[in-house]
């Protein structure tokens, strides 16, 4: 395992250790690894011969500083965790390196409107910011495959959308979700939680799971109000809780008109987001 900082190091150790018929699998994070990132690299490193995790706390992606500010950089641990499994090269640049002319960018990436909603609505700029770097990251290493979380289900809509839209030869492998014993999705914020808070998080999942159920004789509005109507008596505040159509991300009314559903859902407690999300229906294998 390999700790590359810069990307002229990058391009030269790619040049030389990576012969024409290998396949390289890139697993992009911002550190502070948990088992859900595990879940990604034990993947690349099961379909392909060379894994290149990247750790870096992309600046462009956040629309709020102090979040920026104190999200959490924890390398010495993570190289620790990463050290157990058969990983090539752990890229870690510095903000300079990856935008060597500042990272203010004017391109404004065509993500067909899909950040029009849920996460992009509530936080502007973020999927350009997110998009952005990952496109930078994809140019420097070229892989072939590229392990994200359905966690960021609209991340990844959006990437795979990009991706096509680009015409860019990497094949988007989606990884389910990890969760702690509560059910929380794992994530690097839920370490900023107190105790209680992170207990009580197994509300979210247990609403999903819930909604699931309840959409199979219920309207999606009366699913809403009953998930609406469960946090109003916490201390989580709803940030939204959306039906949709996992191919448009737009919101739905009725699900029989979408063959392919999920419901979306990001709640605020102490400061922290949380998102979280569940398949309600997939289309049918013709
Ligand atoms: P992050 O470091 O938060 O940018 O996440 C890096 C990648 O790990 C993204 O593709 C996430 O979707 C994925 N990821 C984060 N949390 C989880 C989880 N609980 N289960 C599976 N994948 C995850």
Same mark, same amino acid.
């Given at each position: =395992?390999?700790?590359?900082?810069?990307?002229?190091?990058?391009?030269?150790?790619? $040049?030389?250790?990576?012969?024409?018929?290998?396949?390289?699998? +890139?697993?992009?994070?911002?550190?502070?690894?948990?088992?859900?990132? /595990?879940?990604?690299? #034990? #993947?690349?490193?099961?379909?392909?011969?060379?894994?290149?995790?990247?750790?870096?706390?992309?600046?462009?992606?956040?629309?709020?500083?102090?979040?920026?500010?104190?999200? !959490?950089?924890?390398? @010495?641990?993570?190289?620790?965790?990463?050290?157990?499994? #058969?990983?090539?090269?752990? *890229?870690?640049?510095?903000?300079?390196?990856?935008?060597?002319?500042? @990272?203010?960018?004017?391109?404004?990436?065509?993500?067909?409107?899909?950040?029009?909603? =849920?996460?992009?609505?509530?936080? !502007? $700029?973020?999927?350009? $910011?997110?998009?952005?770097?990952?496109?930078? %990251?994809?140019?420097?290493?070229? !892989?072939?495959?590229?392990?994200? $979380?359905?966690?960021?289900?609209?991340? +990844?809509?959006?990437?795979?959308?990009?991706?096509?839209?680009?015409?860019?030869?990497?094949?988007?492998?989606?990884?389910?979700?990890?969760?702690?014993?509560?059910?929380?999705?794992?994530?690097? &914020?839920?370490?900023?939680?107190?105790?209680?808070? &992170?207990?009580?998080?197994?509300? /979210?999942?247990?609403?999903?799971?819930?909604?699931?159920?309840?959409?199979?004789?219920?309207?999606?509005?009366?699913?809403?109000?009953?998930?609406?109507?469960? +946090? @109003?008596?916490?201390?989580?505040?709803?940030?939204? *809780?959306?039906?949709?159509?996992? +191919?448009? %991300?737009?919101?739905?009314?009725?699900?029989?008109?979408?063959?392919?559903?999920?419901?979306?859902?990001?709640?605020?407690? @102490?400061?922290? &987001?949380?998102?979280?999300?569940?398949?309600? #229906?997939?289309?049918?294998?013709?």
């Amino acid at each position: =395992m390999k700790l590359i900082q810069s990307c002229d190091e990058l391009k030269a150790w790619i $040049g030389s250790n990576v012969a024409a018929d290998k396949s390289i699998g +890139f697993v992009p994070t911002m550190g502070a690894l948990h088992m859900g990132h /595990i879940s990604l690299v #034990k #993947k690349a490193i099961q379909l392909n011969d060379i894994i290149i995790v990247s750790i870096f706390v992309n600046p462009t992606q956040f629309n709020d500083p102090k979040d920026l500010e104190k999200y !959490p950089r924890t390398m @010495e641990e993570d190289m620790a965790l990463l050290s157990a499994y #058969k990983i090539d090269v752990i *890229f870690a640049p510095s903000v300079n390196e990856i935008y060597p002319n500042g @990272e203010k960018s004017n391109t404004k990436y065509n993500l067909g409107g899909l950040d029009t909603y =849920m996460e992009g609505a509530h936080r !502007p $700029g973020h999927f350009n $910011g997110v998009v952005q770097v990952v496109l930078r %990251l994809l140019d420097l290493i070229k !892989p072939n495959s590229l392990y994200m $979380g359905q966690k960021d289900f609209q991340q +990844f809509s959006i990437i795979q959308y990009v991706l096509k839209d680009l015409n860019l030869p990497v094949e988007l492998v989606v990884c389910p979700i990890k969760r702690e014993a509560n059910g929380l999705a794992m994530s690097s &914020r839920n370490e900023r939680l107190s105790p209680l808070a &992170r207990a009580n998080a197994s509300i /979210i999942y247990k609403c999903l799971k819930r909604s699931k159920v309840l959409l199979i004789s219920q309207s999606v509005e009366k699913v809403k109000n009953y998930v609406e109507k469960k +946090f @109003e008596k916490t201390s989580f505040e709803l940030e939204y *809780f959306d039906i949709v159509d996992v +191919f448009t %991300l737009s919101p739905i009314n009725d699900i029989s008109q979408s063959e392919y559903v999920a419901a979306c859902i990001a709640v605020s407690i @102490e400061k922290i &987001r949380l998102i979280d999300n569940i398949i309600i #229906k997939y289309p049918k294998v013709k």
